[in-house]
């Protein structure tokens, strides 16, 4: 069975700055993929950035990036210039590409605070 | 256009009673799925819904649990002789066909048994 790892129970940034935070992951599958989520008190997962297994690039969305390392079974994010809108809990999910597609697994997630 | 809508946002029942959660997924997600989020156990998955084939029905913790999609769109989960172990946040999300489709997530509700 996959599993997902977030090692960071909380982590804390002051506004502007950046911060990293780490998921490792383990399958036996080649084909999957790779999700953060973000919740905010509201409750709603909001998705913030996705990669392909297949795709040696790593994924960027504006302030969002991730380092994927496939080898190591690493997917961290990278949130840049943060803002007090980034506080929340954040999610590490994987969806795999054969019998388990469909289905995201989740990591305990890591609660994010910023500081102004 | 609208998003997942769950409901209700919050649900209180005594320990034994049965409840129904419902989820109104995007219009056109032919995937649904439901999760669990409590305490102890983090983001769990229950089930699991792709047009007409059969669900994968492998998260559901008992048989109490049940749920089902009625003309491919409206989803209701089940929980019978409620426990208190059964009190969480309930997610649905839906998406559209695909492993890389991102999954779109209600507001969830949360169930409380007393």
Redo the contacts between chains.
């Keep these: 069975a996959q599993t997902v790892t977030q090692s960071q129970p909380e982590m804390s940034v002051q506004e502007a700055e950046t911060v990293t935070l780490s998921c490792t992951y383990d399958t036996s599958e080649s ?3 790779l ?1 953060w ?1 973000k919740q905010p008190p ?6 913030v950035i ?1 990669q ?1 297994a297949y795709k040696q690039q790593n994924a960027t969305e504006n302030r969002f990036s991730v380092n994927f390392q496939k080898a190591a079974k690493s997917f961290s994010l990278k949130i840049s210039d943060s803002q007090l809108g980034d506080a929340a809990m954040y ?1 590490c999910a994987y ?3 054969g019998t388990s ?9 890591t609660i994010l605070t910023v500081h102004p | 256009g609208a998003g997942v809508s769950q409901s209700p946002s919050n649900k209180v029942t005594e320990k034994g009673k049965d409840v129904e959660l419902r989820c109104d997924p995007i219009s056109g997600h032919t995937a649904l799925y439901w999760y669990r989020q409590s305490l102890g156990q983090g983001l769990e998955f229950l089930i699991y819904f792709q047009g007409n084939s059969a669900p994968d029905k492998s998260g559901l913790p008992s048989d109490r649990f049940s749920a089902e999609r009625t003309g491919g769109s409206v989803s209701t989960l089940t929980i019978q002789r409620t426990q208190q172990e059964d009190s969480a946040v309930y997610l649905c999300a839906s998406s559209l066909q695909g492993g890389n489709q991102p999954q779109h997530f209600g507001d969830g509700t949360r169930l409380s048994i007393l």
């Design positions: 084909d999957y993929y999700f989520y509201s409750r709603q997962m909001i998705l996705r392909e999610f969806r795999g590409g597609y469909g289905k995201l697994t989740f990591g305990q997630g």
